[in-house]
């Protein structure tokens, strides 16, 4: 249920209001808006009367929301959620650009893509320290030695970095990492979701291989219930009959989700596609059809790359892209 206050209330029968309903058991999400104050009920609103809160002097409308997500949803928060991550901002019509290698290799590498990521105009540095692979024969990262690495070439660069974590075991080793990162193949690990709700940092929550956009949205649902509003949604790719792509990239979730929830929304057209020249058409409709930000794998030798080397850019078809990119979001703006 969703309690719309009248702009002119005062903050004494705001907080009066909000006593009465957490006395009845519930949660309360308040997103205070330039125009208006919104109250999201979470629990059991049967009992909750509508037409006495209705009658309120302070409030405008009472309504029932009747989606299971409530904290993610867009009813709930009218306006954008804004991430911030340092100096850098995403949502809202501030657009991310993440980048970086699949994984974090050597210092040499991942400082060397770093700066070359950062002057073609990324915002955000990425690399993978603990891999999911597929393979367990296969690299699985440099795991604690890369997130170091990770941090010089943020010392190098001033870059903040987005890494994946993969077990809640490891968060101890996550503390100063700016995003962290949970991959498709984690989406709904609830245990994770719900731990890495209490850190408060941003986490950048991508969308599982075969998951619908509801499941998306309750896995968020989780890290926001545990009292973290810093969540970025990803869409990377589902399984479909796709037989010459990695993945097929869903682009309409971008629009939909943004319908349905206030969080920013990234594309990730490398993971999507699996192949390097398909990344560039792909993240240009990506900025196209509105998304917040884009995740890209960028590598300073490809193939040699420990990992996804084939849909991995170069530091200078990267730095194409980017002006690209800013040219499309100019015209839609
Ligand atoms: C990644 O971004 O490194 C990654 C493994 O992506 P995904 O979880 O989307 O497969
Ligand atoms: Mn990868």
């Known amino acids: 249920m969703i309690v719309v206050l009248k702009k002119e209330a005062s903050q004494a029968k705001k907080d009066q209001l909000i006593d009465w309903l957490k006395g009845m058991g519930l949660g309360i999400h308040i997103s205070v808006g330039e125009y208006q104050t919104v109250l999201g009920l979470i629990g059991d609103t049967s009992k909750v009367d509508m037409d006495l809160i ?53 210092e040499e590498q991942i400082v060397e893509v770093a700066k070359a990521v950062k002057a073609a105009g990324a915002n955000l540095l990425r690399g993978g320290a603990f891999k999911p692979r597929t393979s367990p024969y296969d690299f699985q990262g440099l795991k604690a ?46 245990d994770l979701l719900k731990e890495l709700g209490n850190t408060g940092k941003p986490i950048l929550l991508k969308r599982g291989l075969a998951n619908t956009l509801k499941e998306l949205l309750m896995s968020a649902e989780y890290i926001m219930a545990s009292g973290n509003e810093q969540v970025i949604l990803c869409e990377r790719g589902i399984r479909t009959y796709s037989d010459y792509m990695r993945n097929t990239l869903d682009l309409s979730a971008v629009p939909m989700l943004h319908e349905l929830s206030h969080l920013p929304v990234i594309v990730d057209p490398s993971h999507a596609t699996g192949i390097a020249r398909m990344v560039p058409p792909m993240a240009l409709s990506a900025a196209a059809c509105g998304a917040d930000g884009l995740i890209i794998e960028v590598h300073n030798d490809p193939i040699h790359a420990l990992c996804d080397g084939a849909q991995s850019l170069k530091p200078e078809e990267y730095a194409e892209l980017v002006k690209k990119v800013n040219a499309v979001r100019e015209a839609i703006m």
Request: aromatic share 6%; glycine share 10%; hydrophobic share 40%.
């Open 145 to 190: 030695e890369g997130l170091e690495l990770l941090r010089i070439a943020r010392k190098e660069t001033g870059l903040p970095i987005v890494t994946e974590i993969m077990s809640v075991s490891d968060l101890p080793l996550f503390e100063d990492v700016d995003v962290l990162q949970v991959g498709a193949r984690n989406m709904q690990n609830f």
């Open 54 to 106: 209705g009658s309120l002097d302070i409030v405008d409308s009472v309504k029932r929301v009747t989606d299971t997500f409530k904290c993610v949803n867009r009813q709930f928060h009218p306006d954008d959620t804004v991430v911030s991550v340092g100096d850098v901002k995403i949502g809202g019509g501030n657009f991310a650009m993440i980048a970086g290698p699949c994984s974090v290799e050597s």
